[in-house]
């Protein structure tokens, strides 16, 4: 169970290229999800006549579950330039694992959650920073694929393609780097050098 808030408006908006199709979950609602907010901009969405579907589910974080949701809306998907996922980080890295060749950006920032948060069948995870990276980074999470949550690149030490620190698991800046080159999105490494709000860090 994660907390979310929904990124400014107009920081939504220029991730915006081409048809929408668009993602909510409502799986950890009973904690906090920003329900209204995110209503009323997918209405405005939705009058530009850009967005091809909508799909509102809960716990996208079960790629088994999500596999059922999609074949509903598979000529939606289809249709769609990129995907606009308004979730946790976990749902988000969820989404983008399973449409590998899909643009999928996170509407979201999620926040710490202090405590037990319960269990689910996750695949990916998320350090609940406070400031989504995944727009950036191809929809993996920089903070929980880099050893060293690096979040301006490559540390320059993998090996092969793997980690200097765990030789057992690849770079994951190197798994960014192939994502954003199969969605055409190198040109995403080019931004400025991102400074982190370390005042949203749970570790603070
Ligand atoms: S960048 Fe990673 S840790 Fe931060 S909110 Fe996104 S998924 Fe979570
Ligand atoms: S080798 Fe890759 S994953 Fe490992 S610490 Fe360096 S950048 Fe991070």
Redesign the pocket.
């Known amino acids: 169970m994660?907390i979310t808030e929904l990124k400014n408006k107009e920081t939504i908006l220029s991730l915006i290229t081409g048809k929408v199709f668009i993602i909510n979950c409502h799986g950890c609602k009973e904690i906090r999800f920003p329900e209204h907010e995110a209503e009323a901009l997918q209405k405005e969405l939705q009058e530009s006549g850009n967005v091809t579907g909508i799909l509102t589910t809960d716990y996208i974080c079960n790629p088994d579950y999500l596999k059922q949701r999609f074949a509903k809306h598979e000529a939606e998907i289809e249709a769609a330039d990129m995907i606009l996922v308004f979730s946790?980080?976990?749902g988000?890295?969820t989404v983008a694992a399973y449409f590998e060749n899909k643009r999928v950006c996170?509407a979201?920032?999620?926040?710490a959650l202090p405590g037990y948060q319960g269990v689910t069948p996750l695949e990916?995870?998320?350090?609940?920073?406070?400031?989504?990276?995944?727009n950036i980074?191809g929809g993996i999470?920089?903070?929980?694929a880099c050893s060293k949550s690096l979040?301006n690149g490559q540390c320059g030490g993998a090996k092969n393609g793997m980690c200097e620190v765990d030789p057992n698991m690849e770079c994951g800046w190197e798994r960014i780097y192939q994502r954003l080159k199969k969605v055409g999105r190198l040109d995403a490494l080019k931004c400025p050098v991102q400074v982190r709000n370390y005042a949203t860090d749970p570790d603070k």
Do not use: I
């Open positions: 994660l946790c980080g976990v988000v890295q996170a979201c920032d999620t926040y990916h995870d998320c350090d609940q920073c406070g400031e989504c990276y995944l980074t999470c920089p903070l929980t979040v």
